[in-house]
């Protein structure tokens, strides 16, 4: 009988949920939601001096904004390092493991020994068979694994293919450090083991541990889980990825105004592919992913393609449910307080109204929040440079001529108000642009907008008329 599958996503809390991270956790949630699996969480906080709870908060909350779910309680490893402990004694009074007793200076002049031959840097296993009598006075010892020193270690990996070590070239790996702290390669073992895992999807860049861990698993008998090690993401470039690149936590991308959706559909595309599919839903991703689709070259990171795949979930978002995005972004830029403050019944009201003219054009939802500006402006408007030019006597006279006209408009809302001006521009012998330009800058404070159509039936007769009373001569 196959086990059913369990994944798990183990992020070290030293920093916050990097892209890469993200893009890790998607793919071992996708495997197992696709399989009708289980996808586990476990925080690795063994390195006590670098883990932060500032570090895990902004990983639960990536990971939850992202629309990553796990099953069951998160897992903190640092809890469970008596368990990993017992398992490093279990191997020791088996006979499959042994305290070392080297000093660090002696492991010092053995690095330095190898680098000067230009060898392997390498434990040379100088305790491997010696007399735990024989240790110094005093010495406290690490605990390491006896591995295998011939033949080879072998992972079939779902991305990688088949990967050979010789083991002449691995040594005896620490277990327990002489304070009896457990190292990494132990507990990642111990909590895969014990947490069920049947499946290992992680960065290339633990490849080596593979090997490692792999001797671990042995020398307990344990199962090995089914390993997939994906390749790392990299710049525009093809170089290691960087903050330049991209290379920021997922809270920035939520503050640069990207949608989870969107990044979700962008990251499950970094080294996945089916088909010339560039566009998923949650249920076709879910449906189509597979292991062997994943690619063993670095994926390059994309900041124009991640753009306008964001512009495609804006454009094809719910209204309501955009005007929700608009407010969540408030909380993480600049002027976001200022546009909070202003935001009740009506402006939320004006927001929605505007929504389907703001969409169209918008990348990105800082670029939604600057072009609703317009609708939070305080009387009189502040210009930028570009308007403030085009506000000569002459544009001002024709801005009153426009004002007066619009006032006699009855029932005011796009059309109406279109009406209006063409019949004007009309009856002067003016194209519609020569009137909408002095209009877009007398209402909103710049040489760009929605539709200008769209922004006086958006503020209103009464506002309206009095921005433009503002910039009248």
């Given amino acids: 009988m196959t086990k059913p599958v369990v994944t798990r996503f183990a992020p070290s809390p030293t920093g916050f949920l990097h892209i890469g ?58 809890s469970r390092a008596g368990r990993h402990r017992e398992v490093a004694e279990l191997l020791l ?28 840097v390498r434990y040379d296993g100088r305790w491997r068979d010696r007399d735990p009598a024989e240790a110094p006075a005093g010495a406290k010892p690490v605990i390491r694994l006896k591995a295998p020193q011939s033949g080879e270690t072998v992972i079939e990996d ?12 691995l040594d005896d790996l620490v277990l327990l450090r002489s304070d009896g702290t457990p190292t990494y390669m132990l507990a990642v073992v111990v909590d895969d083991h014990d947490m069920g895992v049947t ?24 199962d090995v889980p089914v390993m997939a090690h994906i390749p790392l993401i990299h710049g525009p470039d093809g ?40 566009i998923f839903s949650t249920q076709e991703m879910i449906e189509a992913f597979d292991l062997g689709s994943i690619g063993r070259s670095a994926a390059r990171f994309d900041f124009a393609k991640l753009e306008n795949l964001n512009g495609h979930y804006i454009r094809s978002t719910d209204d309501a449910e955009l005007v929700k995005s608009f407010e969540d972004v408030l909380h993480f830029i600049p002027q976001g307080p200022a546009l909070q403050a202003k935001l009740n019944d009506t402006t939320r009201a004006q927001l929605l109204q505007a929504m389907p003219g703001l ?35 002459q544009t001002r006279a024709l801005i009153s001529e426009l004002r007066r006209h619009l006032a006699e408009v009855k ?45 006086l039936a958006v503020l209103g007769r009464e506002i309206s008329l009095a921005r433009l009373q503002d910039q009248s001569q």
Wanted: proline letters at 2%.
């Fill in 21 to 78: 991270g993200g893009r890790t956790a998607l793919f071992n949630w996708l495997y197992a939601r696709k399989n009708g699996g289980k996808m586990l969480l476990r925080i690795e906080d063994t390195d006590r001096e670098r883990s932060t709870q500032a570090a895990i908060d902004a990983i639960l909350d990536g990971l939850k904004w992202l629309g990553i779910d796990w099953d069951g309680e998160t897992i903190y490893q640092f």
């Fill in 93 to 120: 009074a088996e006979g499959k493991a042994y305290r070392c007793y080297a000093t660090p200076e002696e492991l010092t002049q053995m690095r330095e020994a190898a680098r000067a031959e230009g060898r392997a």
């Fill in 158 to 169: 779902q991305v990688q293919g088949r990967v050979v070590w010789q083991n002449e070239n």
């Fill in 199 to 222: 499946h290992v999807i992680r960065g290339d860049d633990h490849l080596i541990n593979a090997a490692r861990q792999k001797h671990i698993y042995d020398a307990l008998g344990w």
């Fill in 239 to 278: 170089s290691k990825l960087s903050k330049r690149h991209g290379a920021l936590g997922v809270e920035a991308y939520r503050a640069m105004g990207y949608l989870p959706a969107a990044l979700r559909n962008y990251l499950v595309r970094l080294g996945w592919s089916h088909g010339d599919q560039e």
């Fill in 359 to 393: 969409k169209e054009r918008a990348k990105t939802l800082i670029e939604l929040v600057e072009s609703a500006n317009y609708i939070f402006a305080d009387r009189p408007l502040t210009m930028d440079a570009k308007a403030s030019a085009l506000l000569t006597s």
């Fill in 411 to 455: 029932e005011w809302n796009g059309a109406t108000t279109e009406a209006a001006m063409r019949d004007y521009a009309e009856k002067n012998n003016l194209k519609l642009g020569a009137v909408a330009q002095p209009l877009r800058v007398a209402l909103t404070g710049r040489t760009t907008s929605p539709g200008i159509f769209d922004v």
